[in-house]
């Protein structure tokens, strides 16, 4: 998945189209899209005419937006130093002839947005006036009206984990539309986008809703989207998606594409989500989300099987962190979330999604199975910390020296590894030193993995700790060959296995048992 973010700008979205009647508006300022003022009629056949009278009514509230910044990187060394072009070159370099001083140069980016209000609040995406690049900073924003107008707008707020901005320009009587009402929006419905792809000016564009409730696979609470085809370019981010009442349905915001150009899978923030970030923001408050303290990780259809579950209906835990609201209720690594506060968890309406739009401080009732029991659990919501904080959770693995025995070496007990495809050693402390583990990390270590085996095709490598086998903790290789054995006797032909990562989180994983 390739997303058209940062300084380049972003994405559009679809269209629709309609003949529209336009009804003058009465004396006092009202929205753009306020009810009535726009009407849409279709000839019998479905299909709309003309977007053009609701592009006329709508289109003046929908403005460029572009950054200018600065951005600070240490110079490349001269290639000349020493040689009679030396001081030439770093005269060209400006550098005096070292060339190795640090750079300051001006890069922009552009996007769009919309007017939300006629005294000038402005919505957006954060990747859009965010810094592009490391060393970056935003000098100013502006905003761009279609007559080429210009404002230097003011951040008012920005949430990165939505990716959602607020500006304010100094004006009045601006025209404005409003957020609309996604649940109403169904597949199928046509949809109208406008904004300013590749910095050209005010475009639209007109499409379909192709999805909805649509989740990217992206890390984080707000991974749902509405999906359209219609063409989504760079700069298009944070512009409008219309439905054909003129409301506000949508912020665009991303791309799938494998060249970087539009190839009709778009994303847009629904309103739904977008609007409370966004009143949150214009009250000039943080924004704050529900967090359980857990890792976790999708039932994906190996997973399920291993554990004789349904797919796609909950979601495995694979950490629990000390303290949180997860740790308090009881929850545990290896229990499945099926529903929060009676809401059912699906690839549709992620835990994530659903933790993160409650309260914190609030209790919520969990429903959980546990070894193939169900089990009901109450939780007080605590406070999601930030992305990178999260980030910082998640670790990272290095391979290197591990102090293992070679692949040679042989232990008692290896049939059950033998039939992950895995050879295994225990986890001494001067192993788990090696490692890098925590003291608190025990199981067996694995020296070698048959490539052919579905370990290896599901990653495993040397210095991985088999913690358990389905939800059963090895801490030899006798307890390995039990698991599988065990497995075997109930006509199962996988085993889930959690796995620790050295200097890095764990995770389950369904493992095929080799005949």
């Not at 404002?151 to 304010?168: H, M, N, W």
């Amino acid at each position: 998945m390739r997303y058209a973010y940062a300084i380049t700008g972003a994405l559009l979205l679809s269209g629709t189209a309609a003949t529209m009647i336009y009804h003058p508006a009465a004396s006092a300022q009202v929205a753009q899209n306020e009810p009535g003022a726009i009407q849409a009629t279709a000839p019998k056949s479905g299909a709309p005419m003309s977007f053009a009278d609701m592009v006329a009514k709508l289109q003046p509230a929908v403005v460029n937006i572009s950054t200018t910044q600065k951005i600070t990187q240490q110079a490349q060394p001269n290639p000349f130093q020493g040689t009679p072009l030396g001081d030439l070159f770093g005269q060209f370099n400006g550098q005096g002839g070292g060339g190795s001083g640090p750079v300051t140069r001006e890069a922009q980016s552009l996007g769009s947005g919309f007017i939300i209000s006629p005294d000038g609040y402005v919505v957006t995406n954060n990747h859009v006036i965010a810094p592009g690049a490391k060393g970056a900073t935003v000098e100013s924003i502006k905003v761009i009206m279609i007559d080429r107008k210009e404002y230097t707008a003011k951040l008012i707020g920005r949430d990165p984990a939505s990716d959602l901005a607020l500006l304010k320009i100094d004006a009045t009587n601006l025209p404005f539309v409003k957020f609309g009402d996604t649940p109403t929006a169904r597949v199928g419905d046509w949809v109208l986008a406008i904004g300013n792809p590749f910095g050209l000016g005010s475009t639209v564009t007109a499409g379909i809703v192709s999805a909805l409730h649509r989740a990217t696979g992206q890390p984080g609470a707000y991974d749902r989207f509405i999906q359209t085809d219609a063409s989504i370019n760079q700069g298009n981010s944070g512009g409008p998606m219309f439905d054909l009442n003129g409301n506000v349905i949508g912020i665009n915001s991303q791309i799938i594409s494998p060249t970087g150009g539009s190839v009709g899978i778009g994303f847009a923030i629904p309103a739904e989500d977008a609007k409370p970030v966004i009143d949150t923001l214009r009250k000039g408050v943080a924004v704050k989300r529900g967090y359980l303290g857990i890792g976790i990780q999708p039932m994906s259809e190996d997973i399920a099987a291993a554990l004789g579950l349904p797919k796609d209906r909950g979601e495995i835990v694979s950490r629990v962190e000390p303290g949180e609201g997860a740790a308090k209720a009881g929850l545990k690594q290896g229990d499945v979330v099926v529903r929060v506060s009676g809401k059912d968890v699906t690839p549709d309406q992620t835990l994530s999604y659903l933790v993160a739009n409650l309260a914190p401080g609030s209790s919520t009732k969990l429903d959980v199975i546990r070894d193939g029991k169900p089990l009901a659990l109450t939780a007080t919501i605590g406070t999601r910390p930030t992305e990178d904080a999260l980030a910082a959770l998640n670790g990272s693995g290095d391979e290197e020296s591990d102090g293992l025995p070679s692949q040679n070496d042989q232990q008692t007990g290896q049939a059950g590894a033998n039939a992950l495809g895995v050879q295994i050693v225990p986890l001494t402390p001067a192993i788990a030193r090696n490692l890098g583990l925590e003291t608190t990390v025990q199981g067996v270590v694995i020296a070698t993995v048959d490539p052919s085996s579905d370990a290896a095709t599901k990653g495993f490598k040397r210095g991985d700790v088999i913690v358990s086998i389905n939800r059963v903790p090895t801490r030899t290789a006798n307890d390995v060959a039990s698991a599988i054995a065990a497995a075997k006797a109930a006509g199962r032909d996988q085993v889930l296995v959690f796995l620790q990562r050295p200097r890095g989180v764990g995770g389950f994983f369904a493992i095929k048992i080799k005949k």
